[in-house]
């Protein structure tokens, strides 16, 4: 990797403490890998981009222009899992009509009360940005806390799929990223982000996200070098859902 980039942001106390603890080791791919793509929907991209200080006003967890850079890298990787017959599992937000299941985030937002969406309300917020809508092999886990496993079937659905391993991409970095990729470091998977797949609407707590990340949890790569990894995988190694099913109806609201 070049030069990372949450190095601005370390003091060279910070950069000697890892260097002489041993932090940051390559713990390397898995061989049956599945693609985590999390919570990349319109509450937290906006419907275009835009500045994130004017996207706020109508998405109030939105992350700007940052969220519509890192989309064309996650098509890209998308794309590819498909193409290798490798799961691609997507999550997203779920909420009552009444708000009354947001819970413990309506502690810490002045406007953890606001139903999300737009005013006439014909956009849910909890649904995948189009660009890279699941298709009907994918899997969508739906969820209301930051971690994809927390209170869903992810762990149950990564053993059914024989999954030794997870490439992590979307958002936010700091927030459910981050939980993710702890909660899969805790169930013993290796885990990868790519890292312009990941993004936040703080540019400092994703600088230091990925730091942390990478000096514990995770090994932080280029994305083309996921795709590299992809490209070199056999094809064949999962038997993914036949797809027949129609996908069920979105949610309203976004977890944050």
């Known amino acids: ?107 810490k937002s002045t406007r953890g009360d606001e139903p999300g969406g737009s005013p006439d309300d014909h956009v849910d917020g909890n649904e995948i940005v189009a660009m890279i809508a699941p298709g009907p092999q994918d899997i969508v886990i739906r969820k209301q806390k930051p971690s994809g496993f927390f209170g869903t079937s992810l762990a149950a659905y990564l053993t059914l799929l024989g999954c030794d391993s997870v490439v992590v991409v979307g958002t936010t970095t700091s927030g459910c990223v981050r939980a993710t990729v702890v909660d899969a470091f805790s169930l013993n998977y290796r885990v990868a982000l790519a890292e312009e797949g990941c993004f936040d609407r703080s540019e400092a707590s994703h600088a230091i996200s990925l730091c942390d990340m990478h000096a514990k949890y995770a090994d932080v790569v280029p994305t083309a070098e996921v795709l590299s990894y992809f490209d070199r995988l056999p094809g064949g190694l999962f038997d993914l859902p036949a797809g027949n099913r129609a996908a069920a109806p979105p949610i309203k609201e976004a977890a944050e």
Request: aromatic content about 14%; some cysteine; overall charge positive.
């Open 1 to 107: 990797m070049s030069e990372p980039i949450w190095n601005k942001f370390l003091t060279e106390r910070d950069k000697a403490v890892f260097a002489a603890g041993g932090f940051g080791a390559r713990a390397g791919f898995g061989k049956r890998p599945a693609l985590l793509v999390i919570d990349v929907n319109w509450a937290f991209c906006g419907e275009l981009p835009e500045p994130i200080l004017q996207s706020v006003k109508r998405w109030r967890t939105s992350c700007g222009e940052e969220a519509w850079v890192a989309l064309d890298y996650i098509k890209s990787l998308i794309d590819a899992a498909r193409g290798k017959g490798l799961p691609v599992v997507y999550t997203t937000g779920e909420r009552r009509p009444d708000n009354w299941d947001a819970g413990s985030w309506r502690w």
